[in-house]
């Protein structure tokens, strides 16, 4: 019996033991079966398992941070202050432009307009001062002095001129000379000018010439005489050193009177004297020159009632000398008269390079001297359009060829002629 249960109690006592070895054994077995379902669930990618690592991560490394968790709080918040400030600061450049009010509007605008009146004021008496100033210095300008003398002859109705001399003239040329003369003339008319001899470089000029213009009493208190001192130059217009002006009004002349008065500055009235149309030809193997004198236009008027009596005179000359002349016909009341005549002259042809051919316009009188309008010349030592001219009538041998001339005064003409070519 005894050893029946005690082999009874040894089964047991086995089997109770096996099951607590499978016991034993069973948990490594669990366990391998746990870490492979960890190794298969790994590979999978989960946004929020990334999210909570990086928050982890991120928090771990602020809280082993040598600054407390408040620093860096108001760090943070200090952060965002800045670029909300920066953004409120771009978005008030761009967009908030706003209108000032009206008043604020009206005020400034008032300001300005009298900061430009007080600016206007003073620029104005500025200008006033410079003005004065600009005066005084033509008032303070010394020109010279001219002495002359007046007197009428009642019985003969003329009034007498007398250029007598001119004392420190200003300087008119490069050398700190002048060539002075004087020119004589009674306005408005201008019909009868008179003009002294040359005195080359002189300033303290002595003329000694008396000139008449015959004219009523009656009429000469509406005149005003003209003294107007140039130098003149050979190879340009003449250049005025000043003038005096004397109302016959104000003139007593029951006596003769002679007297000094200094000279005014006067400008140069450029006159418009007219343009001549012309034709040239020539014909080189009969040595013939043809001068056409077509017409004129817009000559200047030179009788009372503003109309002219032109006619043309043509001289051909050589060395000064005057080979021959002709002359158009007169057309009365006009100023642009129609001629179409033709005037010929024997020249050979080794001498045309060497003559001259001069045009003066002249007013037909019949009770005095004729007056010359104006003139221009073509030839030897012409310049401008009467150098081309007559260089397109060379050029072109017996062909006619008309050209347009600008009448020039006549003491400009035969200054030019008389100068020796450049």
């Known amino acids: ?49 990334d999210y909570n690592h990086m928050k982890d ?20 918040v200090v952060v965002l202050a800045l670029v909300a400030c920066f953004i409120f600061c771009v978005f008030k450049k761009c967009f908030g432009k706003k209108k000032k009010p009206k008043k604020v509007r009206e005020r400034k605008a008032g300001r300005r307009r ?4 007080g ?39 003329q009034l007498i001129v007398g250029i007598l001399q001119a004392q420190d003239l200003a300087a008119m040329d490069m050398g700190g000379t002048s060539d002075p003369y004087v020119k004589v003339f009674l306005l408005p008319d201008k019909k009868k000018k008179y003009e002294t001899k040359v005195q080359r470089k002189n300033l303290c000029p002595v003329f000694n010439e008396t000139f008449i213009f015959k004219i009523p009493y009656a009429e000469l208190g509406g005149k005003t005489l003209v003294l107007q001192v140039y130098d003149f130059d050979r190879f340009s217009k003449h250049d005025m050193i000043g003038e005096i002006k004397i109302p016959m ?28 149309c012309i034709s040239l030809r020539y014909v080189p193997t009969a ?31 050589q060395n000064g000398k005057r080979i021959k002349k002709k002359k158009t016909t007169v057309k009365k009341n006009t100023l642009n008269p129609y001629f179409n005549e033709s ?69 400009e003409v035969e200054a030019a002629l008389k100068a020796k070519p450049r």
């Open 343 to 411: 005037f010929s002259f024997e020249v050979p042809f080794e001498q045309i390079q060497k003559v001259q051919v001069v045009i003066t316009v002249f007013d037909y009188d019949k009770l005095g001297s004729n007056d010359p309008i104006g003139g221009t010349f073509m030839g030897y030592g012409a310049t401008g359009v009467g150098l081309r001219h007559w260089s397109d009538m060379l050029a072109n041998p017996r062909r006619p060829v008309a050209q347009w001339h600008t009448l020039l005064p006549e003491e």
């Open 1 to 49: 019996m005894r050893l029946v249960s005690a082999r009874v109690r040894v089964p047991r006592a086995a089997e109770s033991t096996e099951p607590e070895s499978e016991e034993a054994s069973e948990p490594p077995h669990h366990e391998h079966h746990h870490t492979e379902h960890h190794e298969h669930a790994h590979p999978e990618h989960h946004p929020g398992h």
């Open 249 to 276: 009004n104000s003139v007593d002349l029951g006596q003769p009177m002679q007297t000094w008065r200094d000279l005014e500055s006067g400008e140069k009235e450029e006159e418009k004297l007219g343009d001549i």
């Open 114 to 117: 009298k900061e430009k009146e």
């Open 287 to 317: 040595g013939k020159l043809t001068v056409n004198i077509m017409e004129a236009k817009n000559l200047k008027k030179m009788d009372v009632g503003g109309l002219s009596d032109p006619y043309v005179k043509i001289v051909l000359q």
């Open 119 to 157: 600016e206007g004021e003073v620029g104005e008496k500025e200008g006033e001062v410079k003005k004065e100033g600009q005066e005084e210095d033509k008032e303070h300008e010394k020109l010279g002095k001219l002495e002359y003398s007046l007197d009428y002859n009642f019985t003969d109705a």
């Open 57 to 76: 991560k991120f928090m771990n490394e602020i809280t082993h941070l040598p600054i407390p968790m408040w620093a860096v709080g108001a760090i943070v």
